[in-house]
């Protein structure tokens, strides 16, 4: 951040600093005779005066207003007319024709005065007049450093300006990038803090908008990595009840004769039947966050009809009622949604009694499609409602068997597609379990 600080700091003040070199070093080489004309005080206005006094007040009027100014700037001055015919005497000094000859042909640099030359017409009478100035090289001198000193103090206290001003601009843009350079490494360190960016964010600018997506983007990347985690410390949770059944049948096995290892083994078998489910399940919450195949048409009504035929013969005494709009199709993940709908099902048959059937639906309501099942259980206690859905949790006093990922696993689904889990008690009684998805894959709602 330095480099790009000294960087940007030294490309504003070069930039500076070279237009207003150019445009002194432009205006000596181009301007400089009429900057003096226009700039001296001694001839800035000579010519109008000395027209104006000569043509009210006559010759000697005007021959004492170039005395006068001689006395004063030391500045002599002869006036020419249209057929270069002198008007008045001038203050020129009076040298020999050779003298004026040589004068005229050499150069004003091996002379010890500086020549300029401007006509002026009379408003007046029209007539056009020939002023020759011959002003001393000290004299001249001494006026450019007086009259300089101003403008070099202008450029000066400009150049200061300029260049506070460069030094704040760029802060204002290597301040905001060191912030977020640090919000990087804290990110990094996973000590990152939502509140660090907070006053860059309240920036209405770029820095403001980049703050506000890196906050959102942190938010999202701790809540990811704090779900990692605790699904990490939940897997190591469930996985040591069924290893610890195994342990302890093992070690029965070990020490029991021959009849009593046989009636061991059906246990044996359990236990590993539900170490292999739970790993199972495990890895489909995996796959559905690790999926990134494409999303293809989805037939909804062949998937839920082919779902209901699957639920009702894996558990005869339970009857599934579908009821679903014609021609239901989204852009998705089939498989998904399909284990989605199915863990829906196993969940309702877990709780359902018997009797009531079950009940499937899919509405079509805009360009959203609303999947529920419902069952005739006793439903879940309001306060459990907000952790359904969570890894491994399952509502306490629940006697059914499972895991806890059913529900986990239908959510991530619906997240994955944009859409979402709903769970509420129906108000006639027993659970509802919904998964609201839209017609096209949206962007994944944290949970």
Same mark, same amino acid.
């Given at each position: ?36 004309? =226009? ?24 021959? #004492? ?49 500086? &020549? ?15 002023? %020759? ?44 990038? =060191? ?36 906050? &959102? ?5 701790? =809540?990811?990595?704090? @779900? ?12 040591? @009840? ?21 009636? !061991?083994?059906?246990?044996?078998? &359990?236990?590993? #039947? ?18 990134? *195949? ?15 035929? #699957? ?16 021609? !239901? ?10 284990? *989605?709908?199915?863990?829906? !099902? ?10 009531? *059937? ?10 959203? %499609? ?23 949790? &399952? ?12 529900? *986990? ?18 108000? #006639?009684?027993?659970?509802?379990? @919904? ?13």
């Amino acid at each position: 951040m330095r480099s790009l600080f000294w960087r940007i700091l030294a490309s504003f003040w070069l930039a500076i600093a070279l237009v207003a070199g150019l445009s002194i070093l432009l205006g000596h080489m181009l301007n400089q005779d009429a900057w003096i004309l =226009s700039r001296h005080p001694g001839l800035n206005t000579l010519a109008e005066e000395w027209t104006q006094r000569y043509e009210t007040q006559g010759e000697e009027a005007a021959q #004492d207003l170039l005395q006068q100014r001689k006395r004063q700037y030391h500045i002599d001055v002869q006036v020419l007319n249209e057929s270069g015919e002198p008007v008045v005497r001038g203050t020129f000094p009076r040298r020999s024709a050779a003298f004026e000859a040589r004068q005229n042909d050499n150069n004003d640099g091996h002379l010890p005065w500086r &020549r300029l030359t401007a006509e002026y017409t009379s408003a007046k009478t029209g007539d056009t007049y020939l002023l %020759i100035y011959r002003i001393p090289h000290p004299e001249l001198d001494a006026w450019h450093r007086s009259s300089l000193l101003w403008p070099l103090s202008a450029l000066a206290i400009a150049l200061v300006v300029l260049t506070l001003f460069s030094l704040l601009v760029t802060l204002s843009i290597t301040r905001p990038l =060191s912030r977020l350079r640090g919000a990087v490494h804290d990110l990094g360190q996973t000590t990152y803090q939502q509140n660090s960016l907070a006053r860059l964010a309240d920036r209405r600018d770029e820095f403001g908008v980049l703050a506000t997506d890196f906050n &959102r983007m942190g938010a999202r990347l701790q =809540s990811l990595i704090g @779900s990692q985690r605790q699904l990490l410390r939940d897997v190591s949770h469930e996985l040591r @009840s069924p290893l610890a059944r195994l342990r302890i049948a093992l070690a029965l096995a070990e020490r029991a004769n021959a009849e009593e290892r046989e009636k !061991l083994w059906p246990r044996l078998t &359990r236990e590993c #039947d539900r170490l292999e489910a739970l790993i199972s399940e495990i890895l489909v919450l995996a796959r559905v966050d690790a999926d990134n *195949a494409s999303a293809e048409d989805v037939d909804l009504n062949l998937l839920l009809k082919t779902l209901q035929k #699957d639920a009702q013969l894996g558990a005869p005494d339970q009857v599934v009622h579908l009821h679903a709009d014609a021609d !239901l199709h989204l852009k998705g993940w089939p498989t998904m949604i399909e284990r *989605a709908v199915d863990n829906l !099902l196993r969940n309702a048959q877990r709780f359902n009694p018997p009797g009531p *059937a079950i009940e499937l639906q899919a509405q079509r309501h805009g360009e959203r %499609i609303l999947i529920s099942v419902r069952d005739h259980g006793p439903g879940v206690d309001a306060e459990h409602l907000s952790q359904l859905g969570e890894p491994f949790f &399952r509502a306490p006093g629940q006697a059914a068997q499972g895991h806890g990922l059913g529900l *986990a696993i239908a959510r991530r689904a619906a997240e994955r597609h944009g859409g979402s889990l709903i769970l509420a008690n129906h108000p #006639d009684g027993g659970f509802v379990a @919904s998964i609201d998805l839209p017609l096209e894959p949206g962007v994944v709602t944290p949970a």
